[in-house]
């Protein structure tokens, strides 16, 4: 990626930190206003406005911010660096949140005060084409929410044999027609890398 791509994506990054607005924020920040001090854990950090919303609504709580995505951390620790408000009461750290346990027990956590659980895939990793996720703008078919993962969805895609591709979509989308949606994404893929190949 030229570096001129890479700051063109870096601005359009921090464009979308700026607009984004996290859902059911209030509803969240008022449900954690009355937890009890200590840390609460934002399993799914993303750009963190859920997080600066239960810190600003419970001044007795800290928070751990999980994600696996490394613009969630590297958003995160401009944050921290940019808001002397939360040195000492945001901690972010790269994993995945079906670590927590072996998490906490690393950093002496014997009881948290709450947890929340934002699931599914962030504004960000759809707005931004590369990261693979958007149906509204072409870019790779990546899809790793984890960037340091070994294989994007190309590599499965172009890889796999196709009973194990149907076995993946119908274990994991609940998708009865998963023959017929595995044929029209193999066909997608394919007109995708020759208008690429073209241009």
């Not at 609504?57 to 613009?71: E, F, H, K």
């Not at 870019?139 to 796999?160: C, F, H, I, K, T």
């Amino acid at each position: 990626m030229t570096s001129e791509k890479s700051s063109e994506l870096n601005s359009q990054h921090e464009s979308q930190i700026r607009s984004h607005q996290p859902v059911m924020l209030e509803e969240i920040a008022q449900c954690f206003a009355t937890v009890p001090p200590g840390v609460v854990v934002d399993a799914t950090f993303g750009l963190g406005g859920h997080a600066k919303a239960i810190l600003k609504a419970n001044p007795s709580v800290q928070i751990l911010g999980l994600d696996q995505d490394a613009d969630a951390i590297a958003n995160a620790e401009r944050m921290i660096a940019n808001d002397a408000s939360l040195h000492g009461r945001l901690t972010v750290r790269r994993i995945r949140f079906d670590s927590l346990n072996t998490l906490l027990e690393e950093l002496s956590i014997k009881e948290i005060s709450g947890a929340l659980f934002d699931l599914g895939v962030s504004s960000p990793q759809l707005d931004i084409a590369q990261r693979g996720f958007s149906y509204r703008n072409d870019g790779p078919l990546d899809m790793r929410m984890d960037q340091r993962s070994e294989l994007s969805a190309a590599d499965v895609v172009n890889s796999y044999q196709e009973s194990e591709l149907v076995g993946i979509i119908t274990d994991n989308a609940d998708e009865r027609f998963a023959r017929r949606s595995l044929e029209r994404l193999l066909l997608l893929d394919r007109l995708r890398r020759l208008r690429i190949w073209l241009k």
